[in-house]
């Protein structure tokens, strides 16, 4: 997903949020969000780009343009490709330093993403989060 700012797009998630107060409407919130992500190219669910450690199936490849981060996302999960889309709209299309500076830790905690999701759900939103950053990292020592 190109978004021309990645940070208007946390800023838009973030009121958003402020917005809903029950769980209910963002949970529904979270799986529009998954709705609407771009359909993941079937050639990028790989072994390599599966998730381990969350009870869904999850995809998340990152590409590059030159210095630019591009995110894939996509699982079998709709509330899961929500949380994914959160992801994808934090850091797709910042440069390699700034997904690497990025606090997504500290976007979930002022979404109250962690008191909201069950264990396992947590688990595979930062299981997510590690791939990104690990692939975003081997990137930068290139």
């Known amino acids: 997903m190109t978004h021309s700012d990645p940070d208007s797009a946390v800023a838009d998630l973030t009121e958003a949020f402020g917005f809903l107060d029950a769980w209910e409407d963002r949970y529904r919130y979270i799986m529009d969000l998954g ?3 771009p359909a993941m190219d079937d050639t990028l669910k790989t072994a390599h780009t599966q998730v381990h450690g969350c009870q869904s199936v999850v995809w ?4 590059t343009e030159g210095q630019i981060v591009h995110l894939h996302a996509d699982s079998d999960s709709q509330l899961v490709k929500g949380l994914a889309a959160i992801v994808v709209r934090s850091l797709d299309g910042r440069n390699v330093s700034g997904v690497l500076g990025f606090d997504l830790a500290g ?8 008191a909201h999701l069950s264990p396992t759900r947590s688990n595979g939103l ?5 791939q990104v950053m690990l692939r975003v990292g081997a990137i930068a020592k290139v």
């Open 35 to 37: 709705e609407a992500l």
């Open 60 to 63: 998340v490849a990152v590409t």
């Open 107 to 114: 976007l979930f905690d002022q979404l109250d993403l962690h």
């Open 126 to 130: 930062h299981g997510m989060v590690s």
